[in-house]
């Protein structure tokens, strides 16, 4: 049983910066990929970022490249998204979500990913 639970939303201006954070309930780390998504009004969910729990390699889309830092905490057992140089269509809910990946497939869409924390509000205003 996989359990995320995400914080760390809220209000910020355009140009601000905000961390989000992943609490994740898991047992088995190999082979484990965590996302970033996010979803605002009207508008279909798309991917933000990923990290693969064993190495810590990233992947980032373009748009928020060179902003967005994704970066994990074994210890913790917390994933973060460190979010600057924010812009007002970065506002969105940011969900967390997990997948266990083969050596073919690396997840990126949502359908790619089972496990699913509730989400978090980023508003951005400017």
């Known amino acids: 049983q996989v359990q995320l639970v995400e914080s760390g939303g809220g209000l910020v201006q355009a140009g601000d910066s905000l961390r989000l954070s992943c609490a994740a309930s898991?047992?088995?780390?190999?082979?484990?990929?965590m996302g970033w998504f996010r979803q605002s009004p009207g508008k279909e969910r798309e991917f933000v970022a990923r990290?693969?729990?064993?190495?810590?390699?990233?992947y980032y889309a373009d748009s928020v490249k060179g902003r967005f830092t994704v970066s994990r905490d074994s210890a913790k057992n917390t994933v973060y998204l460190q979010m600057n140089s924010l812009k007002p269509e970065d506002t969105a809910v940011y969900y967390c979500?997990?997948?266990?990946?083969?050596?073919?497939?690396?997840?990126?869409?949502?359908?790619?990913?089972?496990?699913w924390g509730q989400g978090t509000q980023v508003t951005v205003s400017s």
């Open positions: 979500a997990a997948a266990y990946y083969t050596d073919y497939v690396l997840p990126t869409t949502p359908a790619d990913y089972a496990y």
């Open positions: 898991i047992r088995i780390f190999s082979r484990l990929a």
């Open positions: 990290i693969m729990w064993s190495g810590g390699s990233t």
